[in-house]
């Protein structure tokens, strides 16, 4: 009877033993391509990915953290349909990095980073737990994502100042009030009490009439 292969998590919490990471990750992007036909068949613009509400045991802090965050992004006008994909990916990479995070205790009940690794030969040498180079990884995906959607303070403050930015665009001194703009022409005149910009004053020297 050949070894059971452990569930995606397992796998990312073990370092992805037997060259597994590729397939894994593959699986993770599958997963989160899929969301916009979720929205599509439940008609609701902003559902639960299917993939949390067939597993929830298994995608419990998943599915947790998804709801926290529609509810903080809907409250920072933030929360739209198309951002869908971004944050099932971002609840997938944060669950997978807190179970490699409690794996690391289970491994290394003591503290440390090391653990005994035995060699072909039979030896046993010591060496860094794989889950710490997943973790690396995936906080480096959390942080992007973080930035994307304003999940930190300062990346918050950021996204705030550049909506306001955006939406101050437009707003010339020449804009009527439905938002359009006059053309050059239909300036209204402007009083002119010196004759500085009369007809006289634009003519070149030598051609004004005596």
């Not at 529609?70 to 997978?96: D, E, F, N």
């Not at 409690?102 to 039979?122: A, F, H, I, M, N």
């Not at 959390?142 to 403050?157: A, C, H, I, K, V």
Request: hydrophobic content about 35%.
């Amino acid at each position: 009877m050949g070894r059971r292969k452990d569930n995606p998590l397992e796998q990312a919490a073990k370092g992805f033993p037997g060259r597994r990471k590729g397939k894994v990750e593959k699986e993770i992007e599958a997963v989160v391509t899929s969301v916009d036909d979720d929205a599509t068949r439940s008609g609701d613009p902003f559902p639960l990915p299917a993939l949390f509400q067939k597993q929830p045991a298994y995608w419990k802090h998943a599915a947790s953290l998804w709801r926290e965050l529609s509810v903080v992004l809907a409250a920072t006008g933030r929360r739209k349909p198309a951002y869908r994909a971004a944050l099932t990916r971002y609840c997938i990479w944060t669950q997978l990095y807190m179970t490699t995070a409690e794996q690391l205790r289970k491994d290394l009940p003591r503290g440390g980073t090391t653990v005994k690794v035995k060699k072909g030969d039979g030896n046993e040498v010591h060496r860094t737990h794989p889950g710490l180079e997943f973790m690396a990884k995936a906080e480096t995906q959390l942080r992007l994502l973080d930035s994307e959607f304003g999940l930190t303070p300062m990346r918050d403050q950021d996204l705030m100042k550049l909506e306001t930015f955006n939406a101050g665009q437009g707003r010339l001194p020449f804009d009527a009030p439905n938002g359009g703009g006059r053309e050059r022409g239909d300036d209204m005149p402007v009083d002119d009490p010196m004759g500085i910009m009369n007809d006289d004053g634009r003519l070149p020297p030598g051609l004004k009439p005596n």
